[in-house]
């Protein structure tokens, strides 16, 4: 495999970051996580301008214009033979001092690399996954704003932790208010009389692209969409459920804290909504092998 790192691509045994690096040291840095299928980088462009917007809220100037991102994700891609794949960009800080001060940080590094996914087991996707929700609340959106994808994960880490201890994959994170945010790397949905409901960003969710997307093809297929803020009950009274992400792309969800969802089956719209993102997939991208 080959490593992107500043511009030069490492082996990846050689591919490395100096222990100063503030992203090691403070998690001062940004990420993204992106899906290639069929020989293309699923929509390369939101993943990079969310990755600018990121950086532009912990005030860090990255070294790449966009246009040359993209080219260098498209790049790195092409030289690890990626069909179907996953992509993390990373940019930290850079090498700075011991101390908090980000202005000891000479330049930031830039990490692109390419690789397989891993996805929940298969059987979640046919049967449904069972989710609890989590002690751990999602941090305030006035400490650090859970829009901005940042390499402090920590608050993602322990509601996973704490998901796992109940014999989950998944966790629902709460805001301070009680009202759902999101899970830990996929943002929730609920189905309700063929109305579909999201909880909003300032609930605490990061503005997903695969959010997003699912809401443009829900639309198109004639539904709701609206981002209420949910509690629990909303939850446990949904007709359906699943949650969205790159990785997971879009998982049906049919138990929640013991309480079965609906009749215990992924839901018809699930399903359909499943289907026409799998669509887009095949037919849309930055193509890397042009
Ligand atoms: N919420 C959070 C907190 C995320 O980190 C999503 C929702 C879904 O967003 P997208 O844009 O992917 O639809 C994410 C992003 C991984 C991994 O390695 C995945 C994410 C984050 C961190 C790691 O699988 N998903």
């Known amino acids: 495999m080959k490593v992107f790192i500043d511009g030069k691509y490492f082996d990846e045994r050689n591919a490395k970051v100096s222990v100063f690096d503030h992203g090691l040291l403070y998690g001062d840095g940004v990420f993204e996580g992106i899906r290639a299928y069929n020989g293309r980088v699923f929509k390369l462009k939101e993943h990079i301008d969310r990755l600018f917007c990121s950086a532009k809220a912990i005030l860090l100037t990255l070294p790449m214009a966009h246009a040359e991102l993209m080219r260098a994700t498209v790049e790195t891609c092409r030289r690890n033979k990626i069909r179907h794949g996953y992509i993390r960009l990373v940019v930290t800080r850079g090498v700075g001092t011991l101390g908090l001060n980000p202005n000891r940080c000479k330049s930031p590094s830039v990490i692109i690399i390419a690789d397989k996914i891993q996805l929940y087991p298969k059987e979640m996707y046919q049967r449904g996954m069972e989710i609890v929700t989590v002690p751990t609340t999602r941090t305030l959106h006035s400490a650090l704003n859970p829009a901005i994808k940042s390499l402090n994960y920590l608050n993602n880490i322990l509601a996973k932790i704490e998901a796992n201890n109940a014999g989950c994959e998944e966790a629902i994170m709460l805001n301070a208010e009680g009202f759902v945010a999101e899970c830990t790397g996929d943002n929730l949905f609920i189905v309700k009389a063929g109305k579909l409901f999201t909880p909003p960003l300032s609930a605490g969710a990061l503005y997903g692209i695969t959010r997003g997307t699912v809401m443009d093809i829900a639309r198109e297929e004639g539904h709701e ?44 719209v699930t399903r359909k909504l499943e289907h026409q993102y799998h669509a887009l997939t095949k037919v849309s991208g930055e193509p890397i092998y042009a």
């Open 225 to 268: 969409v609206s981002e209420p803020s949910l509690t629990r009950y909303d939850l446990f009274n949904a007709d359906e459920c699943f949650l969205t992400g790159t990785g997971a792309e879009i998982i049906p969800v049919t138990k929640i804290d013991g309480r079965v969802i609906g009749d215990g089956k992924p839901g018809a």
